[in-house]
């Protein structure tokens, strides 16, 4: 059994490719339009049951030329212990992988993909890149890798594959729709204005949720607090002790850690403790299947109310239930005790005598006991009025957004957006138009930067109520030249599933306020 070398000659298991360029509509020169640098990082990922190599590919893109230079740098120097976290410090985007295991297909995007390297065009791009990165990391390395990469390097072999695969999906894909809704299962990531992906502007991000299957308790972590990375000085940020056996980070627990990997462990930290106890509650059963990030509205404010009402309670009304709580409770016989004792009681006290004929007279032929009583002496029942608890109330949130996109990138993100919140909150039919199942629901949250804000108020999953959108705020039909409008106006109605409780909040009893809570 020959012997499969463990890293690649830059002593890594990882290495990566030269820089290419590609650009929206194959332009080579920069301009509006999209354009992308792109690194092929190859990585070895173990070998099969054969003792073959397995290789697994990752297309990085990159704004600028400085970008992926020093993604490169940090691949190739080990720098981060994940190759993600070196494209996320260099500002990079993974838009598409493959591997040469057998079912795993060769080149697909992943959801960081943009629209127009999505393309035909784009995709033709892409794919040509990216086989002469592989091939030249071939033709570097040596044979092994040179022939056992050939799924990424030729494209005959690459397509056979991946056309093979794509009919036994295509054919599981027909039999979970024999079952499932015909709802729309996936929305793209949106932002507004353009320039908010990649800033530190506070914002607002909602997430298009859809329910997914839960799986088991067995093994649940207790109640944790959310973790939040920052950077510090000196020995760094310790990660939580109690992530569950299995989970990514799990070999990294209660260990000091760099900025970087806390940030990396930050972001995956809910699906990471989406198990157990964690699973009752709303956010940790649903998956996200898009998201729009806006600036944060003008005017937020909620209202955590309760409800409070009117009771009353008269004395004939009072030994009746009495009574039925001692039979309920008691017995039959106690119940019996009871009656008597009201019976006797009426008997010696003219007082209630009278109030009982009044209340049963009153009954019989359907009329206010108080109005005879009234009538015969001017009396009435003592209702023993009081304000009661009637139990918690549902918050409504409001927002109000105005559009004004600057150019066509932004004049298409403003429509996908629009059209993401009226579909997602449209009543679905199921597989043959027999019963209507639920809307999407809803994640929102407050970030200052790439953080939770602290000091804004934290949400519940909630429903879209109304989506209203007014394409002429201005009361004046204004477009740019391909018809798309000037402005929009964008008011978005939410409302919780469920109400607030007190052990919704953190526990401050220590006086450790952290957050402004729900």
């Known amino acids: 059994m020959s012997s499969i070398p ?5 002593g890594q298991t990882s290495t990566t490719s030269e820089i290419v360029v590609v650009s929206e509509g194959g332009r080579k020169r920069p301009g509006e339009r999209g354009k992308s640098y792109l690194v092929t990082n190859l990585v070895k990922d173990g070998a099969d049951k054969n003792n073959r190599p397995l290789y697994k590919r990752e297309i990085y893109s990159f704004d600028s030329v400085s970008d992926a230079k020093s993604f490169q740098f940090k691949i190739d120097n080990g720098t981060f212990k994940e190759d993600s976290q070196a494209a996320a410090q260099s500002g990079g985007s993974l838009i598409a992988t493959g591997s040469t295991k057998d079912g795993v297909k060769s080149f697909e995007y992943t ?12 995709e033709k791009q892409i794919k040509n890149a990216s ?3 592989v091939e030249n990391i071939g033709r570097d390395e040596g044979g092994v890798v040179r022939n056992h990469t050939t799924e990424f390097a030729k494209k ?9 695969i794509d009919a036994a999906e295509n054919e599981l894909e027909k039999k979970k729709k024999e079952r499932s809704g015909i709802g729309r299962k996936k929305y793209d990531n949106l932002f507004y204005p353009s320039f908010i992906k990649k800033s530190n ?15 088991s308790s067995e093994g649940s972590s207790n ?6 990375a920052f950077k510090t000085r000196g020995e760094g940020v310790r990660l939580p002790y109690d992530i569950p056996k299995g989970e990514m980070f799990y070999s990294r627990r209660g260990k000091l850690v760099g900025y970087g990997e806390a940030e990396a462990f930050e972001a995956a930290q809910d699906r990471i403790y989406a198990r157990g106890d964690n699973q009752t509650k709303p956010e940790f059963n649903k998956e996200i299947i898009g998201s729009v990030t806006l600036p944060i509205p003008n005017g937020v404010s909620d209202q955590n109310a309760v409800n409070f009402g009117a009771g009353t309670l008269n004395p004939a009304q009072k030994e009746l239930s009495n009574i039925a709580f001692k039979t309920i409770l008691e017995g039959v016989s106690e119940g019996g005790r009871q009656a008597r004792k009201a019976f006797d009681k009426a008997v010696k006290n003219k007082n209630i005598q009278r109030a009982v004929a009044g209340y049963i007279s009153g009954t019989a032929v359907g009329i206010d006991p108080n109005e005879i009583l009234s009538r015969l002496d001017g009396t009435i029942f003592n209702n023993n009025l009081a304000l009661l608890f009637k139990g918690p109330t549902l918050r409504p949130f409001t927002f109000q957004f105005t559009l004004s996109p600057r150019d066509r990138g932004e004049a ?8 993401a919140f009226k579909q997602s909150s449209a009543t679905q039919k ?26 804004l108020p934290q949400f519940k999953e909630c429903a879209l109520l109304n989506v209203g959108v007014n394409y002429m705020p201005d009361n004046s039909y204004m477009t740019y030249e391909d018809s798309s409008m000037v402005s929009y106006s964008l008011t978005l109605s939410f409302q919780e599933l469920e109400p607030i409780f007190n052990s919704d909040f953190e526990d401050l009893d220590n006086n450790t306020d952290r957050t402004i809570g729900f």
Do not use: C, M
């Open 430 to 455: 199921t597989t043959g138009d027999i019963f209507l199942a639920a809307p999407n629901t809803y994640g929102l949250q407050f970030f200052k930067g790439p953080t939770p804000h602290s000091f």
């Open 131 to 133: 086989r002469k990165q």
């Open 201 to 215: 502007q506070d914002k607002l991000r909602i997430s298009i949720l859809k329910p997914k299957l839960q799986v």
């Open 156 to 164: 005959k072999v690459g397509d056979a594959k991946d056309d093979s």
């Open 6 to 10: 463990l890293t690649f000659n830059n």
């Open 223 to 228: 109640r944790r607090d959310r973790f939040q």
């Open 412 to 419: 298409v993100q403003v429509q996908k957006i629009i059209r």
């Open 111 to 122: 959801n960081n993909a943009e629209d127009w390297q999505k393309t035909k065009s784009g």
